[in-house]
Antibody, heavy 117, light 110 residues
Framework: VQLVESGGGLVQPGGSLRLSCAAS????????MHWVRQAPGKGLVWVSN??????NYADSVKGRFTISRDNVKNTLSLQMNSLRAEDTAVYFC?????????????WGQGTTVAVSS | QSALTQPASVSGSPGQSITISCTGT?????????VSWYQQHPGKAPKLVIY???KRPSGVSSRFSGSKSGNTASLTISGLQAEDEADYYC??????????FGGGTKLTVL
Protein backbone atom coordinates (compact mmCIF):
# COMPACT_ATOMS: atom_id res chain seq x y z
CA VAL A 1 0.00 0.00 0.00
CA GLN A 2 1.63 3.23 -1.14
CA LEU A 3 0.91 6.85 -2.01
CA VAL A 4 3.42 8.92 -3.98
CA GLU A 5 2.91 12.65 -4.49
CA SER A 6 4.43 14.75 -7.24
CA GLY A 7 4.04 18.12 -8.90
CA GLY A 8 5.30 20.47 -6.23
CA GLY A 9 7.57 23.39 -7.01
CA LEU A 10 8.12 27.13 -6.89
CA VAL A 11 5.35 29.32 -8.28
CA GLN A 12 4.68 33.04 -8.25
CA PRO A 13 1.72 34.52 -6.35
CA GLY A 14 -1.39 34.28 -8.45
CA GLY A 15 -0.02 31.30 -10.33
CA SER A 16 -1.25 27.72 -10.64
CA LEU A 17 0.10 24.27 -9.84
CA ARG A 18 -1.29 20.76 -10.14
CA LEU A 19 -0.34 18.12 -7.61
CA SER A 20 -0.73 14.40 -8.23
CA CYS A 21 -0.83 11.40 -5.93
CA ALA A 22 -0.31 7.92 -7.36
CA ALA A 23 -1.91 5.15 -5.31
CA SER A 24 -0.97 1.48 -5.38
CA UNK A 25 -1.58 -1.69 -3.42
CA UNK A 26 -5.26 -1.14 -2.63
CA UNK A 27 -8.62 -0.65 -4.35
CA UNK A 28 -8.35 3.10 -4.80
CA UNK A 29 -11.93 3.66 -5.93
CA UNK A 30 -13.42 2.45 -2.63
CA UNK A 31 -11.64 4.89 -0.35
CA UNK A 32 -12.10 8.52 0.60
CA MET A 33 -8.89 10.39 -0.25
CA HIS A 34 -7.59 13.58 1.35
CA TRP A 35 -5.07 16.36 0.93
CA VAL A 36 -3.45 17.72 4.10
CA ARG A 37 -0.84 20.47 4.17
CA GLN A 38 1.82 21.65 6.57
CA ALA A 39 3.40 25.09 6.35
CA PRO A 40 7.07 25.33 7.34
CA GLY A 41 7.39 24.84 11.10
CA LYS A 42 3.61 24.68 11.54
CA GLY A 43 0.98 22.05 12.17
CA LEU A 44 -1.16 19.86 9.96
CA VAL A 45 -4.11 21.47 8.19
CA TRP A 46 -6.85 19.60 6.37
CA VAL A 47 -7.34 20.88 2.82
CA SER A 48 -9.78 18.72 0.87
CA ASN A 49 -11.28 15.28 0.40
CA UNK A 50 -13.18 13.26 -2.16
CA UNK A 51 -14.86 9.88 -2.46
CA UNK A 52 -15.28 10.21 -6.20
CA UNK A 53 -18.82 11.44 -6.16
CA UNK A 54 -18.48 14.29 -3.68
CA UNK A 55 -15.78 16.80 -2.85
CA ASN A 56 -15.15 19.01 0.18
CA TYR A 57 -12.77 21.87 0.90
CA ALA A 58 -11.42 23.93 3.77
CA ASP A 59 -12.71 27.50 3.70
CA SER A 60 -9.17 28.78 3.07
CA VAL A 61 -8.95 27.06 -0.32
CA LYS A 62 -12.58 26.94 -1.43
CA GLY A 63 -12.99 28.44 -4.88
CA ARG A 64 -9.25 28.26 -5.63
CA PHE A 65 -8.41 24.56 -5.31
CA THR A 66 -10.08 21.64 -7.06
CA ILE A 67 -9.68 18.02 -6.03
CA SER A 68 -10.24 15.27 -8.56
CA ARG A 69 -9.48 11.61 -8.99
CA ASP A 70 -9.06 9.06 -11.77
CA ASN A 71 -10.21 5.69 -10.47
CA VAL A 72 -8.83 3.94 -13.56
CA LYS A 73 -5.33 5.37 -13.22
CA ASN A 74 -5.55 5.29 -9.39
CA THR A 75 -4.56 8.91 -9.17
CA LEU A 76 -5.67 11.77 -6.93
CA SER A 77 -5.05 15.35 -8.05
CA LEU A 78 -5.21 18.83 -6.59
CA GLN A 79 -5.44 21.75 -9.00
CA MET A 80 -4.33 24.88 -7.18
CA ASN A 81 -5.12 28.28 -8.71
CA SER A 82 -4.69 31.86 -7.51
CA LEU A 83 -1.91 30.73 -5.22
CA ARG A 84 -0.91 32.88 -2.27
CA ALA A 85 2.18 33.03 -0.09
CA GLU A 86 0.19 31.38 2.70
CA ASP A 87 -0.33 28.30 0.52
CA THR A 88 3.38 27.54 0.88
CA ALA A 89 3.54 24.12 2.52
CA VAL A 90 4.29 20.45 2.19
CA TYR A 91 1.19 18.82 0.72
CA PHE A 92 0.40 15.27 1.82
CA CYS A 93 -1.96 12.88 0.12
CA UNK A 94 -3.67 10.52 2.58
CA UNK A 95 -6.16 7.67 2.55
CA UNK A 96 -9.05 7.52 4.99
CA UNK A 97 -9.54 4.15 6.63
CA UNK A 98 -12.36 2.01 5.24
CA UNK A 99 -15.68 3.65 6.04
CA UNK A 100 -14.29 7.12 5.66
CA UNK A 101 -14.30 8.32 9.26
CA UNK A 102 -11.69 6.28 11.15
CA UNK A 103 -8.61 8.37 10.60
CA UNK A 104 -6.05 8.68 7.82
CA UNK A 105 -4.22 5.37 7.79
CA UNK A 106 -1.92 5.73 4.78
CA TRP A 107 0.12 8.84 3.94
CA GLY A 108 2.43 9.83 1.12
CA GLN A 109 5.82 11.38 1.71
CA GLY A 110 4.61 14.84 0.70
CA THR A 111 5.43 17.30 -2.06
CA THR A 112 6.63 20.85 -1.40
CA VAL A 113 4.89 23.92 -2.79
CA ALA A 114 6.55 27.32 -2.45
CA VAL A 115 4.67 30.45 -3.48
CA SER A 116 7.01 33.39 -3.85
CA SER A 117 8.01 36.12 -6.28
CA GLN B 1 -13.49 25.16 11.06
CA SER B 2 -11.62 26.19 14.24
CA ALA B 3 -8.64 24.01 15.08
CA LEU B 4 -8.81 21.72 18.06
CA THR B 5 -6.79 22.94 21.07
CA GLN B 6 -3.69 21.07 22.19
CA PRO B 7 -0.86 22.08 24.56
CA ALA B 8 2.17 23.29 22.65
CA SER B 9 4.53 20.97 24.48
CA VAL B 10 4.74 18.19 27.02
CA SER B 11 7.72 16.33 28.41
CA GLY B 12 8.51 13.25 30.42
CA SER B 13 11.35 10.98 31.42
CA PRO B 14 11.90 7.51 30.02
CA GLY B 15 9.54 5.02 31.64
CA GLN B 16 7.05 7.64 32.73
CA SER B 17 3.57 8.25 31.31
CA ILE B 18 2.39 11.43 29.65
CA THR B 19 -1.01 12.62 28.49
CA ILE B 20 -1.79 15.05 25.69
CA SER B 21 -5.18 16.74 25.68
CA CYS B 22 -7.25 17.80 22.69
CA THR B 23 -10.18 20.12 23.31
CA GLY B 24 -12.94 20.68 20.81
CA THR B 25 -16.65 21.36 20.99
CA UNK B 26 -19.86 19.41 21.16
CA UNK B 27 -20.00 19.71 17.37
CA UNK B 28 -16.88 17.60 16.88
CA UNK B 29 -15.10 15.90 19.78
CA UNK B 30 -17.98 15.92 22.25
CA UNK B 31 -20.74 14.15 20.36
CA UNK B 32 -18.80 11.80 18.09
CA UNK B 33 -16.30 9.00 18.72
CA UNK B 34 -14.36 10.09 15.67
CA VAL B 35 -11.07 11.38 17.08
CA SER B 36 -7.76 10.18 15.69
CA TRP B 37 -4.19 10.85 16.74
CA TYR B 38 -1.04 11.09 14.63
CA GLN B 39 2.64 10.90 15.44
CA GLN B 40 5.06 12.85 13.24
CA HIS B 41 8.82 12.71 13.44
CA PRO B 42 10.79 15.60 11.88
CA GLY B 43 10.80 15.50 8.11
CA LYS B 44 8.50 12.49 8.00
CA ALA B 45 4.87 11.88 7.11
CA PRO B 46 2.38 11.57 9.96
CA LYS B 47 1.51 8.11 11.28
CA LEU B 48 -1.90 7.11 12.63
CA VAL B 49 -1.57 5.85 16.23
CA ILE B 50 -5.17 6.05 17.52
CA TYR B 51 -8.55 6.16 15.74
CA UNK B 52 -12.14 6.10 16.94
CA UNK B 53 -11.00 7.80 20.20
CA UNK B 54 -9.37 4.69 21.67
CA LYS B 55 -8.63 2.10 18.97
CA ARG B 56 -5.11 1.18 17.96
CA PRO B 57 -4.20 0.31 14.37
CA SER B 58 -2.40 -2.94 13.83
CA GLY B 59 1.29 -2.58 14.61
CA VAL B 60 0.98 0.37 16.99
CA SER B 61 2.42 -0.24 20.44
CA SER B 62 -0.01 -0.92 23.29
CA ARG B 63 1.79 1.86 25.16
CA PHE B 64 -0.41 4.25 23.17
CA SER B 65 -3.97 4.67 24.40
CA GLY B 66 -6.80 7.15 23.85
CA SER B 67 -9.82 8.33 25.78
CA LYS B 68 -12.43 11.05 25.83
CA SER B 69 -14.37 13.01 28.43
CA GLY B 70 -16.89 15.58 27.30
CA ASN B 71 -15.35 17.81 24.65
CA THR B 72 -11.78 16.75 25.44
CA ALA B 73 -9.96 13.77 24.00
CA SER B 74 -6.66 12.54 25.38
CA LEU B 75 -3.68 10.53 24.17
CA THR B 76 -1.65 8.72 26.81
CA ILE B 77 1.77 7.22 26.18
CA SER B 78 2.98 4.93 28.93
CA GLY B 79 6.49 3.60 29.46
CA LEU B 80 7.93 6.57 27.58
CA GLN B 81 10.80 5.76 25.22
CA ALA B 82 13.27 7.97 23.40
CA GLU B 83 11.68 7.03 20.05
CA ASP B 84 8.37 8.54 21.21
CA GLU B 85 9.85 12.03 20.94
CA ALA B 86 7.84 13.58 18.12
CA ASP B 87 4.98 15.93 17.33
CA TYR B 88 1.47 14.63 18.03
CA TYR B 89 -1.74 15.83 16.39
CA CYS B 90 -5.35 15.09 17.17
CA UNK B 91 -8.01 15.21 14.50
CA UNK B 92 -11.79 15.17 14.39
CA UNK B 93 -13.62 13.60 11.47
CA UNK B 94 -17.04 14.23 12.98
CA UNK B 95 -18.15 15.71 9.71
CA UNK B 96 -16.94 13.88 6.61
CA UNK B 97 -17.18 17.21 4.83
CA UNK B 98 -14.83 19.04 7.18
CA UNK B 99 -11.97 17.45 9.04
CA UNK B 100 -10.08 19.50 11.62
CA PHE B 101 -6.68 19.00 13.24
CA GLY B 102 -5.33 20.23 16.53
CA GLY B 103 -2.41 22.63 16.55
CA GLY B 104 0.02 19.89 17.55
CA THR B 105 2.00 19.03 20.66
CA LYS B 106 5.75 18.57 20.80
CA LEU B 107 6.69 15.69 23.06
CA THR B 108 10.17 15.84 24.55
CA VAL B 109 11.66 12.79 26.24
CA LEU B 110 14.05 14.11 28.86
Amino acid sequence: VQLVESGGGLVQPGGSLRLSCAASGFTFSTYWMHWVRQAPGKGLVWVSNSDGSSTNYADSVKGRFTISRDNVKNTLSLQMNSLRAEDTAVYFCARAAMGGYDGLDVWGQGTTVAVSS
Amino acid sequence: QSALTQPASVSGSPGQSITISCTGTSSNVGNYNLVSWYQQHPGKAPKLVIYGVSKRPSGVSSRFSGSKSGNTASLTISGLQAEDEADYYCCSSAEITTWVFGGGTKLTVL
